[in-house]
């Protein structure tokens, strides 16, 4: 059974990665894009090729939803389709060079900006942020 400790906690720490999500998501290197493109290209960049239906299941969504999305991807020259090697029915999505560079200037921005946050922290903050990168991910089921 959760403390108020416990419960007090889970809501400090839920306002404070919404916040650094926000901010983060100000930084990103191309907003025609929605989160959800740019989810998905990151796990095929990630995973390589995948069917439609293991993205939908990586990123947790439907597969007529996962279908849509792929759709303006691929209209956009993000991703591409090739048929499955083995499976005739099945195709394998996978990103183009410029999804890939759209992702690292992605990345290049985000990271760049939290660097310079980083920057103004005192060592045993970043000890504490070291630590804690562990914990977050469990928490994120990683």
């Given amino acids: 059974m959760p403390t108020a400790t416990d419960t007090a906690l889970a809501s400090a720490l839920r306002l404070s990665v919404m916040r650094l999500a926000r901010r983060m998501r100000l930084q990103r290197a191309d907003t025609s894009l929605t989160l959800s493109q ?17 993205l939908a299941d990586h990123e947790k969504v439907q597969p007529p ?18 048929p499955h090697p083995t499976d005739g029915r099945q195709v394998l999505m996978s990103v183009t060079p410029a ?26 903050e ?16 990683s």
């Fill in 99 to 124: 999804a890939k560079t759209l992702l690292a200037e992605d990345r290049r921005r985000r990271e760049a900006w939290l660097s310079q946050r980083l920057a103004d922290l005192d060592p045993a």
């Fill in 65 to 82: 939803s996962m279908t849509r999305l792929l759709a303006s991807l691929e209209a956009a020259e993000l991703c591409t389709r090739t």
């Fill in 126 to 141: 970043l000890a504490t942020l070291r630590e804690a990168t562990g914990i977050l991910d469990k928490l994120a089921g």
């Fill in 38 to 54: 740019l989810a998905a290209l990151s796990t095929l960049e990630r995973h390589g090729r995948l069917t439609p239906r293991e």
